[in-house]
């Protein structure tokens, strides 16, 4: 992972010491905290949703069941699928010890920017470069 930066001219974003395996812990509960926090407003949504729709909801509702946390799933926004998903991923690359390199130059994210947005998955320049595309698209 490293011997890719190397011989590269050094960026003050990037030209930092791998992350520490206390610095992962702590990014990782982040992530875990943020996704909690996530699934839960997710929650109070869906029960607003559903209190509004008590007529048209059938008469046995198991909360428990598989169709309900089914639903809940599906009536996830969009928006929100998509982070919870994003995070799921970054959790997992913390286990798998392939967190914080980016997905579009393999340079090593910047330490700020996981430390805002560990659920990132390009470094500064590459999501720069991508939202100016997406930009150039409207
Ligand atoms: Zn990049």
New binding site residues.
Partial sequence: MAASSAGKIPDPDTDEEPLSSGELAELRALLEAKRVALVKAAQESLEQDMMLDTNEMPDEVDLASTEYIQSFALRLRGRERHFLDKIDVAIQKIEDGVFGT?E????EIGRKRLAARPETT??I??KEDQEREERDFR
Avoid at 104 to 107: G, R, T
Wanted: aromatic residues 0%.
């Fill in positions: 980016c579009e130059c393999e340079e390009l470094c320049r590459c």
